[in-house]
């Protein structure tokens, strides 16, 4: 078992991912606390985490990996990665309730894109995790549903079990794809930061240029409210582009404009997770798009 689980470890820092040490059989890392942080070797100037102390170094992997028979962690942000998690319904779910496989999937269509091909495992429960490699400059933190119900993510601040490891519930298996491709841009569109404020406008906002954003996020609330079947994602999609720009120019309050539009995307009965990605993506292009007032004509 030891021996099988060095090679899981090692098999994974080939890759360039950073791995650590789960507690043998379970998910918990088995790297000591800040409380019980003896100051000595990697800790000796401050406490390490496990994000910091995950490493590709042959030796020290097979150093760990002697001393017990460890599962597998991989450090997904030192490593590169951004994992997307398809999980299972819980127990106390309907039966026949979808899931993160099926909703990612539906989302992909909706979206007009393939599930991509990348390098894939299936976990312990019989979800599967999507690896991907991140974009280089952007700096992509963990989510709970922000993509789809039952779809999470891990990137900095997260890690998965690798590919190899063994629970109670079942081993973690490596079923497809050999390279962890790159991030979609659609998806990243979806997960990365929202941008930074923008600075007020120089010169005071009129109350004639309030009252038109007012306005105009009313319209938009409209819009959305009267979609119809088939409409209604495209419709909150495209609001939300035309709202991003009241935001950057300082006019509306980027909460107002979500919140507005996400009550209204609901009660047209779009699932909540649906409308934030919808909502985030579109504001964060329009945003970033728009960042000068255009003269009136």
């Excluded at 990665?81 to 026949?96: A, E, I, Q, W, Y």
């Excluded at 404009?257 to 985030?280: D, I, Y």
Aim: proline share 8%; glycine share 10%; with cysteine.
């Amino acid at each position: 078992m030891s021996e099988h689980l060095l090679n899981a470890a090692l098999a994974a820092a080939s890759r360039g991912w950073r791995v650590f040490p789960l507690r043998p059989g379970t998910k918990r890392p088995a790297l000591h606390g800040e409380a019980t942080c003896p100051r000595t070797g990697a800790c000796e100037a401050a406490h390490q985490k496990w994000e910091q102390r995950a490493t590709t170094d042959p030796d020290r992997i097979r150093a760990t990996w002697a001393t017990g028979a460890f599962n597998v962690g991989i450090a997904t942000g030192p490593s590169g990665l951004l994992v997307v998690d398809l999980d299972m319904p819980k127990d106390h779910s309907n039966g026949d309730a979808p899931d993160g496989a099926a909703t990612f999937g539906a989302l992909c269509e909706r979206t007009g894109h393939a599930v991509p091909n990348t390098y894939r495992t299936r976990t312990a429960s019989g979800g599967h995790h999507l690896y991907f490699a991140a974009p280089s400059g952007v700096r992509l933190a963990n989510t709970a549903g922000t993509i789809a119900p039952l779809v999470d993510t891990r990137a900095w601040g997260g890690y998965v079990v690798a590919a190899g490891s063994i629970t109670p519930a079942g081993p973690y298996e490596a079923i497809s794809g050999p390279v962890a491709a790159s991030l979609p841009s659609w998806l990243l569109s979806i997960l990365k930061p929202a941008p930074k404020p923008v600075q007020a406008p120089s010169l005071p906002v009129t109350a004639q240029s309030s009252r038109y954003a007012d306005t105009a996020l009313g319209n938009e609330v409209r819009n959305v409210s009267g979609a119809q079947l088939g409409q209604r994602e495209e419709r909150l999609f495209r609001a939300a582009r035309a709202m991003g720009r009241f935001i950057a120019w300082g006019d509306l309050p980027r909460h107002e404009v979500e919140q507005a539009l996400q009550e209204a995307g609901e009660a047209v009965g779009l699932p909540p997770s649906q409308c934030r990605a919808t909502l985030r993506s579109a504001l964060n292009w329009s945003i970033a798009h728009n960042q000068c007032r255009r003269d009136a004509a």
